[in-house]
């Protein structure tokens, strides 16, 4: 047995650097050079013999901005008010972003019947390439989404030494930076990002996101090349997480591409879970063919669930085509097993979704990108969606004025469970949906835009085909805000979805009536900003509200990573003037939530004061949407949970990946079963959202004064079916008695049979004026703090309150670098601005390969009133 895994292993791993070898990104050694002063041609500077004087190192994949930003040649563009130091496109004119950019790299050409392909996975916007002296785009490029494939064999030097040159337009309409949403809205006349022209969370990117964005890879295959695979599984039935599982269905299909002057007879097959399922091809010199595989009825599948409903389990699919017993190609496809599925609801008008037959309460976040620059990593978007999971959401919006997101974002989001609704490029603001005094043009020439209607439908057709075989993506929509003009929108609903995918509702725009009836009873979206906590149980919205939310202020820590030193004040102490650079950097006032736990001149106890402020107002909305759920609501998209800029609104955690308490809140009233509190009438109730029934549990509520002196309101046995909202009792007269003078701490628990805490809520109540008197007062509280490694990429902290004092509140824990004494980022805590009462201890996990890669790091504690402590880890 050992003997046959060892053997087994060797050849895996041989098969691995081979598959390895077949495919590699040319990602490093790129340079590069603005088009002023150079007269040579693309032929001429393909030539590998032509001497690149003056070019200078570039970054590949990246925009023209970051390669001058790393090259020292602009100043950071998310720092202070540095990016009005750039010169913008719209005012220097797009030759000014014009840059030619070069690559040197071996490949020799191959023999027989084999083929070197060139593939460039994003562009921005136009491009012509060249290579060893040959144009290799038989006309300009253009589509910051549609990528490119070229064969590339016959142009290879024999010597296996090429050069690559690629000239790389911006586009061709910039905009006016005006300070509207996508500037004067003439950005949308191309087909590409719009927020890159500004908005009101963003300054613009000043050379509009030119640049070779994303990845250039070579790929070698045999005669026979395998293009955009398709998985479809079908998941008939009701089903249910773990246990025996009925059979599903797996539909795939490729299109193969026959290189070759001669035709070819071969095989194209899969392995699945045992099954070896294939299908005989003849394909014609130089065809291009999809191929439809038999079904595969696959027994006892393991189900994809969305994030608090169960596991995500993936599976691993080789698709090969067999030339003559030989492997031509090989394409590795990972999916996952489940079916989406949506119906109307009826009670609430709205659209209700479904995942394996389950209906799922939607509880999502607006998403931008990963960085305004577009600078991507596979890390990055690991982290940003595992913040997404932590906060008990489960799903991302891909807000239409950026882009289609990148497979390695579909990766996190199929890994971490969370269900993807993809926006297609259109805003409501650009593209004409309401009368705008900042927009050049009128709203019907604007209803027209883009200007090149059949470059969006093709951008729209290999973007499905590069994203569809991810499970975590879910639902795709015509616009943000907004239908794309008529032709574009039929052709996209009647004809290119139906034919690419097929299995993926698709919303006309992210606020339509067939998303979201607003009818009788429905207020819209929003609302945006920060609101008083009671107005989100009481204010009724779409009951599919695809934006609401906005606030978002980090601490200090957070705060000084960008904002310089004489702008480190609070931003608003005057009455309607707000700090120059707050301003800048898109602020919106905290003052009237901030100042009920006392005012301050001090720029970190402001900070800390609006966590609180954080804190309690997604905590609030969270739990107002749920309250309401299948009543009001089928789902609620959060305004937005991240900024790809250092914007001071609508983010869970800052630009640095640094989380704030919006993040924690969000965390705790979004948990999957929770307990909580309406403070408009008093009521206490539990929502359930899992599938399975919630008995034998008991229900404690006590309030707890500033000295720590516990109340017992309630101890009583409760359950709570699945999916639904359970009410029990309203204690507001009594908690509105028990707060008046200095207000109090209100403890909620749901206990299991073990007297485990299974959910526990704590709310902080103001006194009878509306203020936090009794927190401005409160007396510290003597906690004892540990902090031990359990394995290399985590540390448990306790935090342990004794008996006889006050509540320890709101403590932020961090994993600090020992010698700044500055955050390590990003890392992830099981819970964070947590409080712990009197005689009881709370125990948070910190995670994540900077944990391991820190091996000297510190933890950090600070809170309310517990003084900051800075603790070795033990082992």
């Given at each position: 047995?050992?003997?046959?895994?060892?053997?087994?292993?060797?050849?895996?791993?041989?098969?691995?650097?081979?598959?390895?070898?077949?495919?590699?990104?040319?990602?490093?050694?790129?340079?590069?050079?603005?088009?002023?002063?150079?007269?040579?041609?693309?032929?001429?500077?393909?030539?590998?013999?032509?001497?690149?004087?003056?070019?200078?190192?570039?970054?590949?994949?990246?925009?023209?901005?970051?390669?001058?930003?790393?090259?020292?040649?602009?100043?950071?563009?998310?720092?202070?008010?540095?990016?009005?130091?750039?010169?913008?496109?719209?005012?220097t004119g797009r030759n000014h972003y014009t840059y030619w950019f070069v690559k040197d790299f071996p490949e020799k050409a191959p023999a027989g019947n084999a083929q070197v392909w060139l593939h460039f996975r994003g562009v921005n916007?136009?491009?012509?390439?060249?290579?060893?002296?040959?144009?290799?785009t038989a006309a300009t490029h253009f589509g910051a989404y549609l990528r490119q494939s070229y064969n590339i064999t016959p142009w290879l030097a024999k010597s296996g030494k090429n050069r690559l040159a690629v000239i790389v337009y911006?586009?061709?309409?910039?905009?006016?930076?005006?300070?509207?949403?996508?500037?004067?809205?003439?950005?949308?006349?191309?087909?590409?990002?719009?927020?890159?022209?500004?908005?009101?969370?963003?300054?613009?990117?000043?050379?509009?996101?030119?640049?070779?964005?994303?990845?250039?890879?070579?790929?070698?295959?045999?005669?026979?090349?395998?293009?955009?695979?398709?998985?479809?599984?079908?998941?008939?039935?009701?089903?249910?997480?773990?246990?025996?599982?009925?059979?599903?269905?797996?539909?795939?299909?490729?299109?193969?591409?026959?290189?070759?002057?001669?035709?070819?007879?071969?095989?194209?097959?899969?392995?699945?879970?045992?099954?070896?399922?294939?299908?005989?091809?003849?394909?014609?010199?130089?065809?291009?063919?999809?191929?439809?595989?038999?079904?595969?009825?696959?027994?006892?599948?393991?189900?994809?669930?969305?994030?608090?409903?169960?596991?995500?389990?993936?599976?691993?699919?080789?698709?090969?085509?067999?030339?003559?017993?030989?492997?031509?190609?090989?394409?590795?496809?990972?999916?996952?097993?489940?079916?989406?599925?949506?119906?109307?609801?009826?009670?609430?008008?709205?659209?209700?979704?479904?995942?394996?037959?389950?209906?799922?309460?939607?509880?999502?976040?607006?998403?931008?990108?990963?960085?305004?620059?577009?600078?991507?990593?596979?890390?990055?978007?690991?982290?940003?969606?595992?913040?997404?999971?932590?906060?008990?959401?489960?799903?991302?919006?891909?807000?239409?004025?950026?882009?289609?997101?990148?497979?390695?974002?579909?990766?996190?989001?199929?890994?971490?469970?969370?269900?993807?609704?993809?926006?297609?490029?259109?805003?409501?603001?650009?593209?004409?949906?309401?009368?705008?005094?900042?927009?050049?043009?009128?709203?019907?020439?604007?209803?027209?835009?883009?200007?090149?209607?059949?470059?969006?439908?093709?951008?729209?057709?290999?973007?499905?085909?590069?994203?569809?075989?991810?499970?975590?993506?879910?639902?795709?929509?015509?616009?943000?805000?907004?239908?794309?003009?008529?032709?574009?929108?039929?052709?996209?609903?009647?004809?290119?979805?139906?034919?690419?995918?097929?299995?993926?509702?698709?919303?006309?725009?992210?606020?339509?009536?067939?998303?979201?009836?607003?009818?009788?009873?429905?207020?819209?979206?929003?609302?945006?900003?920060?609101?008083?906590?009671?107005?989100?149980?009481?204010?009724?919205?779409?009951?599919?509200?695809?934006?609401?939310?906005?606030?978002?202020?980090?601490?200090?820590?957070?705060?000084?990573?960008?904002?310089?030193?004489?702008?480190?004040?609070?931003?608003?102490?005057?009455?309607?003037?707000?700090?120059?650079?707050?301003?800048?950097?898109?602020?919106?006032?905290?003052?009237?939530?901030?100042?009920?736990?006392?005012?301050?001149?001090?720029?970190?106890?402001?900070?800390?004061?609006?966590?609180?402020?954080?804190?309690?107002?997604?905590?609030?909305?969270?739990?107002?949407?749920?309250?309401?759920?299948?009543?009001?609501?089928?789902?609620?998209?959060?305004?937005?949970?991240?900024?790809?800029?250092?914007?001071?609104?609508?983010?869970?955690?800052?630009?640095?990946?640094?989380?704030?308490?919006?993040?924690?809140?969000?965390?705790?009233?979004?948990?999957?079963?929770?307990?909580?509190?309406?403070?408009?009438?008093?009521?206490?109730?539990?929502?359930?959202?899992?599938?399975?029934?919630?008995?034998?549990?008991?229900?404690?509520?006590?309030?707890?004064?500033?000295?720590?002196?516990?109340?017992?309101?309630?101890?009583?046995?409760?359950e709570a079916g699945p999916a639904t909202v359970q009410k029990f009792m309203s204690v507001k007269a009594v908690l509105d008695k028990l707060s008046e003078k200095e207000g109090a701490f209100f403890s909620l628990r749901l206990l299991?049979?073990?007297?485990?805490?299974?959910?526990?809520?704590?709310?902080?109540?103001?006194?009878?004026?509306?203020?936090?008197?009794?927190?401005?007062?409160?007396?510290?509280?003597?906690?004892?703090?540990?902090?031990?490694?359990?394995?290399?990429?985590?540390?448990?902290?306790?935090?342990?309150?004794?008996?006889?004092?006050?509540?320890?509140?709101?403590?932020?824990?961090?994993?600090?670098?020992?010698?700044?004494?500055?955050?390590?980022?990003?890392?992830?805590?099981?819970?964070?601005?947590?409080?712990?009462?009197?005689?009881?201890?709370?125990?948070?996990?910190?995670?994540?390969?900077?944990?391991?890669?820190?091996?000297?790091?510190?933890?950090?504690?600070?809170?309310?009133?517990?003084?900051?402590?800075?603790?070795?880890?033990?082992?």
């Amino acid at each position: 047995m050992f003997r046959k895994s060892v053997i087994s292993c060797l050849l895996l791993m041989a098969f691995l650097k081979l598959s390895a070898q077949e495919k590699y990104e040319l990602n490093s050694g790129w340079q590069c050079r603005n088009i002023a002063g150079i007269q040579a041609t693309g032929q001429q500077i393909s030539d590998p013999g032509y001497r690149l004087s003056g070019w200078t190192a570039a970054t590949v994949p990246g925009t023209v901005l970051t390669t001058l930003l790393d090259n020292k040649q602009v100043p950071d563009p998310m720092y202070g008010m540095n990016n009005e130091r750039i010169p913008d496109i719209y005012h220097t004119g797009r030759n000014h972003y014009t840059y030619w950019f070069v690559k040197d790299f071996p490949e020799k050409a191959p023999a027989g019947n084999a083929q070197v392909w060139l593939h460039f996975r994003g562009v921005n916007d136009g491009c012509d390439i060249f290579l060893n002296g040959h144009k290799i785009t038989a006309a300009t490029h253009f589509g910051a989404y549609l990528r490119q494939s070229y064969n590339i064999t016959p142009w290879l030097a024999k010597s296996g030494k090429n050069r690559l040159a690629v000239i790389v337009y911006p586009p061709e309409f910039p905009g006016n930076p005006n300070g509207g949403q996508g500037g004067d809205g003439t950005i949308a006349r191309n087909v590409g990002p719009q927020y890159t022209a500004g908005w009101d969370w963003i300054q613009p990117m000043r050379d509009r996101n030119t640049g070779i964005w994303d990845k250039v890879t070579i790929e070698k295959t045999g005669a026979v090349r395998i293009k955009d695979p398709h998985i479809i599984t079908r998941v008939p039935g009701t089903r249910k997480p773990g246990g025996a599982q009925a059979p599903a269905i797996i539909l795939v299909s490729a299109t193969l591409e026959n290189a070759g002057a001669k035709s070819i007879a071969g095989t194209l097959r899969y392995t699945l879970a045992g099954n070896t399922i294939q299908q005989k091809v003849t394909l014609a010199p130089h065809a291009v063919t999809t191929i439809q595989l038999p079904d595969l009825l696959l027994k006892q599948p393991s189900l994809w669930w969305p994030a608090g409903y169960g596991p995500q389990h993936l599976y691993q699919l080789q698709l090969q085509f067999l030339n003559n017993g030989k492997q031509d190609d090989v394409e590795e496809v990972e999916f996952g097993v489940r079916e989406i599925q949506t119906s109307w609801n009826t009670h609430t008008r709205s659209r209700e979704i479904a995942v394996n037959g389950q209906k799922i309460f939607i509880k999502g976040g607006n998403w931008i990108t990963s960085d305004a620059m577009f600078r991507f990593s596979k890390e990055r978007y690991d982290a940003e969606v595992r913040f997404h999971r932590d906060m008990n959401l489960n799903l991302i919006r891909i807000w239409g004025g950026s882009l289609t997101e990148r497979p390695e974002f579909f990766e996190a989001c199929d890994k971490y469970g969370l269900l993807v609704f993809q926006d297609f490029w259109m805003s409501g603001d650009c593209n004409g949906r309401w009368q705008d005094p900042m927009k050049k043009d009128d709203q019907w020439t604007r209803r027209k835009y883009p200007d090149n209607h059949q470059l969006f439908l093709e951008s729209v057709a290999d973007q499905v085909k590069m994203l569809r075989n991810y499970p975590s993506l879910a639902f795709w929509c015509g616009g943000n805000e907004i239908t794309p003009p008529a032709d574009i929108f039929h052709a996209m609903k009647d004809a290119i979805l139906p034919a690419l995918d097929g299995t993926r509702y698709f919303f006309d725009y992210s606020n339509s009536d067939s998303m979201s009836y607003n009818g009788i009873g429905g207020n819209g979206d929003g609302p945006y900003g920060i609101q008083s906590v009671p107005y989100f149980w009481s204010y009724r919205t779409f009951p599919f509200n695809s934006e609401v939310g906005s606030v978002g202020v980090g601490d200090y820590e957070s705060l000084e990573r960008f904002l310089p030193v004489a702008n480190q004040v609070p931003p608003d102490l005057k009455p309607g003037k707000i700090d120059s650079l707050w301003d800048y950097h898109k602020y919106i006032a905290y003052n009237k939530s901030i100042d009920p736990y006392g005012k301050t001149t001090d720029l970190k106890a402001w900070a800390d004061k609006a966590q609180l402020v954080n804190y309690d107002q997604y905590r609030g909305l969270m739990e107002g949407f749920s309250s309401h759920m299948w009543d009001w609501y089928t789902g609620v998209i959060i305004w937005k949970t991240q900024n790809p800029w250092t914007a001071l609104r609508g983010q869970m955690y800052d630009y640095y990946l640094d989380p704030n308490a919006c993040l924690y809140g969000t965390r705790k009233g979004a948990a999957p079963l929770h307990v909580m509190y309406d403070p408009t009438d008093g009521m206490v109730m539990a929502v359930n959202n899992t599938f399975s029934y919630a008995r034998d549990l008991m229900l404690e509520l006590k309030v707890y004064d500033m000295h720590g002196h516990d109340s017992l309101l309630s101890q009583v046995f409760v359950e709570a079916g699945p999916a639904t909202v359970q009410k029990f009792m309203s204690v507001k007269a009594v908690l509105d008695k028990l707060s008046e003078k200095e207000g109090a701490f209100f403890s909620l628990r749901l206990l299991n049979t073990q007297q485990q805490a299974v959910d526990e809520n704590l709310y902080w109540l103001p006194d009878a004026t509306g203020n936090y008197s009794g927190l401005q007062h409160l007396l510290p509280a003597s906690v004892k703090i540990t902090a031990r490694k359990t394995n290399a990429d985590s540390v448990l902290v306790t935090i342990n309150n004794p008996a006889g004092g006050p509540v320890a509140f709101f403590n932020r824990i961090s994993l600090v670098d020992a010698q700044t004494k500055k955050r390590v980022l990003p890392v992830f805590y099981s819970d964070n601005y947590v409080s712990v009462l009197p005689g009881e201890q709370r125990t948070i996990t910190v995670s994540g390969a900077a944990v391991a890669a820190n091996g000297g790091a510190l933890i950090e504690v600070y809170g309310n009133n517990v003084l900051r402590q800075l603790l070795t880890i033990s082992r």
